[in-house]
């Protein structure tokens, strides 16, 4: 972890968040974004705190992607500010990565591109998420649910203060994702990572979720998933059928299926 | 045994093999082969400035394909202009204005063909110097910046998030291809630098499970292609240049076919 500014005067907080949180790890303040002048984000202001999950929703094209790519830097605001603690580390899954075939790359070498790692953590990692097998694959030969799992051992191996996950049940079927999602919060619960979602699965997203922010283009409401559910903003840009769907989440399997077809009886 | 201008020609045509081959990986990776092609007619722009300036012609060459590699990089990064349109404009303006300006300089005699399409034949004992001088800086320096370089490569994004400073990492990459490119120019010529760079990097591919064994590879093919080529032009009277790149087409044709035998054999 970061040393950040721990200190506990008001000023070291965003004047605007909506949201109190403590020691936000990474935050934006009244973010406005146009590109190709289409107006992506307006006045959008968003915080992560401290071992915290914040889930972005919203349709498509809310801008959600956008929102997460402006607090890790990748994006420059018109107006509005980011703040990052200073030597966050940050493990970031994107929405979408595209591998060109000409580049030989085993998920071995996929997985410590930028740090090195030894084995003993690139199994237990790849196990974590039920791909143990797949180490030294070519990362060409790996379907998307593989793959999608790949990505998000990626993310975490780097024990990251804060995971930037872009819609990571993205090409897993609902089992999967309700056991992505669960790792995600054994994860938090071991490490006290910060998370930071971007889903459009309401189903399996909100278990795991401390507090969400619905966007479209603008924050329409934020809070914690059951304030949320009930507020008159989600309600219309979801529709009632969706803000039942927030509380049928814990449900249980007496077994899991792994990617390569086998079944774990859970115990 | 053979003429010394011979072993002269092969000795530095393997010289500008070694680097070409692994900076024409990343060529290949990055779909750049159109801004090799782009920086190699700018090449023409550039020796039409070292007869101006009174310099060297790979000083000239040198100065125009850093301007024009960096002008790239950062229109490049604006995203205003589709990059392929803004390489074809580059690429055939820088040429013509070339050519124009050689023409007008009625006081020197410039062995124009020597520059479209290489002169390697006629490589001095300096020529040398310079190719395995900058041949091994070249490589050096790559070998500083491969790491962060293999990152961005596969995913920009997230190299950036990690912490990789992407836009330095570029920046030198950007200096390492002009350089590279302004080297082959003596030994194939403007019309056929990309190809060094490119045919024994793609030759390369199917046998390489690795980016180094694909770099590797490329610059070992590379080297090949120029003795082959060489010879080739030497039994038969046929011009080098075009012949060096023919023969590293002709094992890019068998690498193919070798990739191929070699799955089946796998299965």
């Known amino acids: 972890m970061p040393d950040t500014h721990t200190h506990d005067h008001a000023h070291a907080h965003p004047t605007q968040v909506p949201v109190q949180m403590n020691d936000p790890l990474v935050s934006v303040e009244n973010a406005t974004l146009t590109r190709h002048g289409r ?8 915080g992560v705190g401290r071992s915290e999950i914040v889930t972005l929703i919203g349709p498509n094209g809310a801008g959600k992607s956008m929102l997460v790519r402006t607090a890790l830097g990748l994006e420059q605001l018109d107006t509005g500010r ?11 899954q994107p929405q979408r990565v595209s591998l060109d075939e000409t580049l030989p790359l085993s998920v071995r070498r996929f997985l410590t591109l930028t740090e090195s790692k030894s084995d003993e953590d690139l199994n237990a990692v790849l196990d974590s998420v039920q791909v143990a097998h ?7 030969t790996l379907s998307g649910g593989e793959f999608q799992r790949v990505m998000l051992a990626r993310a975490m191996l780097r024990r990251p203060d804060l995971l930037v996950l872009d819609e990571p049940e993205q090409n897993v079927d609902t089992a999967g994702a309700v056991e992505i999602y669960q790792l995600i919060a054994k994860l938090r619960a071991e490490t006290g990572c910060s998370v930071l979602l971007v889903s459009h699965d309401l189903n399996v997203v909100m278990a795991a979720t401390d507090r969400v922010y619905c966007l479209h283009g603008h924050v329409c409401c934020s809070g914690t998933p059951d304030e949320i559910s009930g507020h008159a903003e989600f309600l219309r840009l979801f529709g009632p059928a969706a803000a039942k769907t927030l509380a049928v989440y814990p449900h249980h399997h007496d077994h899991e299926h792994a990617p390569d077809g086998s079944v774990t009886h859970a115990h | 045994m053979f003429e010394d201008f011979m072993v002269r020609a092969v000795v530095a045509g393997v010289g500008v093999a070694l680097i070409a081959g692994p900076l024409g990986c990343f060529v290949v990776w990055r779909r750049m082969a159109y801004f090799g092609d782009t920086l190699a007619h700018a090449g023409l ?8 300036l009174g310099t060297e012609p790979i000083v000239g060459i040198i100065l125009t394909g850093l301007v024009i590699g960096l002008a790239l990089m950062i229109l490049e990064r604006q995203r205003r202009v589709p990059t392929d349109a803004l390489l074809g404009i580059l690429s055939h303006s820088a040429l013509a204005i070339g050519l124009i300006v050689i023409g007008f300089m009625e006081s020197v005699r410039v062995n124009l063909m020597g520059y479209l399409f290489g002169d390697i034949l006629a490589v001095s004992a300096s020529d040398i110097a310079w190719i395995y001088g900058g041949a091994a800086a070249l490589l050096a320096i790559l070998f500083t910046v491969w790491k962060p370089l293999i990152a961005v490569t596969v995913d920009e994004d997230m190299a950036v998030a990690e912490g990789i400073n992407a836009v330095r990492t570029q920046l030198v990459f950007t200096v390492l291809i002009a350089l590279t490119v302004a080297l082959a120019m003596k030994i194939v010529g403007v019309l056929l630098v990309t190809a060094l760079l490119i045919i024994p990097a793609a030759a390369a591919r199917r046998f390489a499970r690795s980016p180094e064994s694909m770099a590797l590879g490329a610059a070992i093919l590379g080297a090949v292609a120029v003795i082959g080529g060489l010879f080739a032009s030497l039994q038969w009277d046929t011009p080098s240049g075009p012949s060096v790149v023919a023969a590293a087409a002709g094992l890019f044709a068998l690498s ?4 191929a035998t070699i799955r089946e054999s796998v299965r």
Do not use: Q, W
Request: hydrophobic content about 55%; aromatic content about 6%.
């Open chain 1, 134 to 140: 797949l180490l030294d694959a070519s990362v060409h």
């Open chain 1, 82 to 92: 980011v703040m990052r603690a200073p030597g966050l580390k940050i493990g970031y």
């Open chain 2, 45 to 52: 722009t550039g020796v039409a400035l070292g007869l101006v």
């Open chain 1, 39 to 46: 107006r992506i984000l307006e006045n959008v202001s968003m």
């Open chain 2, 256 to 259: 193919l076919f070798a990739g």
